[in-house]
Nanobody, 125 residues
Framework: QVTLVESGGGSVQPGGTLRLSCIAS????????MAWFRQPPGKEREGVAG????????YSSDSVQGRFTISYDDSKNTMYLQMDNLKPEDTAMYYC??????????????????WGQGTQVTVSS
């Protein structure tokens, strides 16, 4: 049984900070890619940041580059998303995803096999 469980969402003011966590269980140690996605109200889901476990390489979207940092702790099977200088446009449901099919880009949401249930992030004054 493979599961992804996110936590760490909440409500913050603009300029604030949050750290999301995603705990992976099952055979997640075999996955080559994991990523964070988000879905703002009324909009499509989009890639936020990705992580190649084999290459130890990170990726991020232009909208969050320089503000969000993705990381992974092998000892805890946990992926993190450190979010700094949050903006109202960052408001969304955030999801972690794992087990990307071979040959696809990190932000290709249609080709991840496993998803978490999501955690809400609200940025408002």
């Amino acid at each position: 049984q493979v599961t992804l469980v996110e936590s760490g969402g909440g409500s913050v003011q603009p300029g604030g900070t949050l750290r999301l966590s995603c705990i992976a269980s099952g055979y997640s140690y075999l996955w080559t890619y994991m990523a964070w996605f988000r879905q703002p109200p009324g909009k499509e889901r989009e890639g936020v940041a990705g992580f190649s476990r084999a290459a130890r390489t990170t990726y991020s979207s232009d909208s969050v580059q320089g503000r969000f940092t993705i990381s992974y702790d092998d000892s805890k099977n946990t992926m993190y998303l450190q979010m700094d200088n949050l903006k109202p446009e960052d408001t969304a449901m955030y999801y972690c995803a794992g087990d990307l099919l071979y040959g696809y880009n990190w932000d290709d949401l249609d080709h991840y096999n496993h998803w978490g249930q999501g955690t809400q992030v609200t940025v408002s004054s």
